[in-house]
């Protein structure tokens, strides 16, 4: 069974432009999640998706970040106009159960690189 | 702000010797778990320990949680050069949504 995957797995782009992460969860699980770390920092909460509906996403940053996840399968993150603190590992994860009972399972990242 | 906190930031042991780390928490909790993160990689899932439980088993791992105090540790038996990783633990909260709290990690360094 194929795990989570990320996409790309680094990004170097000029501030002021647009990048958009992509995310396929497992099969079948319903909640995603997108974290973010930054320079050695923790591991910072995004938004939780269930199926596709956005269930938390107090995380944000700010307006530029936009997360959708049409049709409750992949997942995608776009940034739009990326500015150098954007920088950073960004990680998806997802779940099949309820998360008082389930383990995460991550993807290896995309690294965004602003310049 | 997160409120996973993890203890020490960064730990060197010999091969063989014991690792231990340490999290602590801010608000009532479900549930807390530890994940590994080799470099470069995404979070692996080590063990979930939940609020009614007091220690946990699995393997070279013990965990511990004392939810009076809001903290956990994780000990690593026996070290081997391939723990060298990342350690993180988590969180989820008995209110609000569903949302897992991670720290910012212990570096665990171990020498051959």
């Known amino acids: 069974e194929a795990g989570v995957t990320q996409f790309p797995s680094h990004s170097v782009i000029e501030k002021g432009q647009t990048v958009t992460l992509r995310c396929d969860p497992i099969s079948g699980h319903d909640n995603l999640y997108w974290y973010r770390r930054v320079m050695g920092k923790e591991i910072k909460f995004l938004l939780h998706?269930?199926?596709?509906?956005?269930?938390?996403e107090s995380g944000m940053p700010n307006n530029r970040f936009l997360a959708e996840r049409t049709g409750g399968t992949y997942s995608t993150l776009k940034v739009q106009p990326a500015e150098l603190e954007d920088s950073g590992v960004y990680f998806c994860?997802?779940?099949?159960?309820?998360?008082?009972?389930?383990?995460?399972?991550f993807g290896e990242g995309s690294r965004l690189t602003v310049l | 702000s997160q409120q996973g906190e993890e203890d020490p930031q960064a730990l060197s042991i010999q091969e063989g010797e014991n690792a231990t780390m340490n999290c602590s928490y801010k608000t009532s909790i479900n549930n807390l778990q530890w994940y590994r993160q080799n470099s470069g990689r995404g979070l692996v899932h080590l063990i979930l320990?939940?609020?009614?439980?007091r220690e946990k088993h699995s393997g070279r791992l013990r965990v511990t949680l004392d939810t009076s105090k809001k903290s956990s540790s994780l000990l690593i038996t026996a070290s081997r050069a391939a723990d060298t990783a990342s350690y993180f633990c988590?969180?989820?909260?008995?209110?609000?949504?569903?949302?897992?709290?991670f720290g910012t990690g212990t570096r665990l360094k171990v020498l051959a």
């Open positions: 994860a997802s779940s099949q159960v309820r998360a008082n009972t389930g383990e995460l399972f």
């Open positions: 998706f269930v199926k596709e509906s956005k269930q938390d």
């Open positions: 320990i939940r609020s009614n439980e």
């Open positions: 988590a969180t989820v909260s008995t209110s609000g949504t569903y949302k897992y709290i």
